[in-house]
């Protein structure tokens, strides 16, 4: 757990100027799990995990290429795509450890000026048996809150354009699909 902190507040100082990078904070916050929440009517299998969604009366669903789109009545969209292996190998050429993979994944991109980016960024994450669930609260430029599905090397990329909230509600209450 320490070694997962000091690794995400490394890549905070690594991402940024001296005077920014001082002021970053990361905190992991393990979930318990909880019922679904009364609004979660729809149940989807996201890689390994069955999320239980609310029901913001769903518009669209669309498949493009390898990514899943859902787009509800209230505007809150979700993507779904599992990063490809040639993705996964590019990306962690160095080191293939679970932990690396989300930190580079969740880490605060250091193209965004200091001036537009609270660097206060919340992990959550949860572990079902082999599989663990990250999520990360801080909303990235597009608006969008990032949960990794990640299981033996595979990693599921979800991004919600919903509420704290609701995201928070879907991590706690996701379970292993049978």
């Known amino acids: 757990m320490h070694l997962?902190?000091?690794?995400?507040?490394a890549a905070c100082?690594?991402?940024?100027?001296?005077?920014?990078?001082?002021?970053?904070?990361?905190?992991?916050?393990e979930l318990d799990s909880q019922s679904p929440p009364n609004d979660a009517v729809l149940?989807?299998?996201?890689?390994?995990?069955?999320l239980f969604l609310p029901d913001h009366s769903l518009k669209t669903v669309a498949h493009v290429n390898d990514m899943l789109i859902m787009k509800y009545k209230n505007g809150d969209v979700l993507t779904h795509r599992e990063l490809s292996r040639t993705?996964?190998?590019?990306?962690?050429?160095n080191d293939t450890s679970k932990?690396?993979?989300?930190?580079?994944?969740l880490q605060a991109r250091s193209d965004i000026p200091a001036s537009k980016l609270s660097c206060e960024v919340k992990i959550y994450w949860r572990e079902l048996e082999d599989t663990t669930l990250y999520l990360r609260l801080q909303k990235n430029t597009a608006g969008y809150r990032t949960m990794l599905?990640?299981?033996?090397?595979?990693?599921?990329y979800l991004d919600f354009n919903f509420s704290k909230k609701a995201v928070t509600a879907i991590i706690k209450s996701a379970k292993l699909s049978q």
Do not use: H, W
Not at 4 to 9: F, I, N, P
Not at 13 to 29: N, Y
Not at 99 to 105: F, V, Y
């Open 99 to 105: 932990t690396e993979k989300a930190r580079t994944l």
């Open 43 to 50: 149940m989807g299998r996201f890689g390994p995990a069955t």
């Open 4 to 9: 997962v902190r000091l690794a995400l507040m």
């Open 149 to 156: 599905i990640v299981k033996s090397g595979n990693i599921d």
């Open 13 to 29: 100082v690594l991402s940024g100027s001296p005077a920014f990078a001082d002021a970053c904070t990361t905190q992991m916050i």
């Open 87 to 93: 993705t996964i190998e590019t990306l962690f050429e």
